[in-house]
């Protein structure tokens, strides 16, 4: 079974804390119907999170002379980040791809990956 991540980069985070409840239970709503739509075609999601805001965002990178830098706040100058993620197990990559189309309903992109197993 072929492993993917299905990731959420372009939510706006200024929208989503402007929404009200009944704003956020349409998108939750919606990707239970990606889950529903996955799993008639075969496939299966095995984990996944909403993510916390980038303004809790903590970045370590190399700085000068490969020592660390800790920094705080996205490492991107976006309004957009990374709001989410599922882990999706399927051997249909069409209808994972056919079942994704759903979820730009309510997600302005959808970015999937597959997971790199090593040999």
Known sequence: MARYVVMFPADSEAEWDAGTDADHQVTYDNDREFGRLLEERGGTITGGRELDSSRHTRVVRRGPNGTALVTHGPYAES?????????????????????????????PAVEIRLVYEGE
């Open 79 to 107: 309004a957009e980040q990374l709001s989410g993620f599922y882990f999706v197990e399927t051997e249909d990559e069409d209808g994972l791809l056919e079942a994704a189309q759903v979820l730009v309903k309510t997600h």
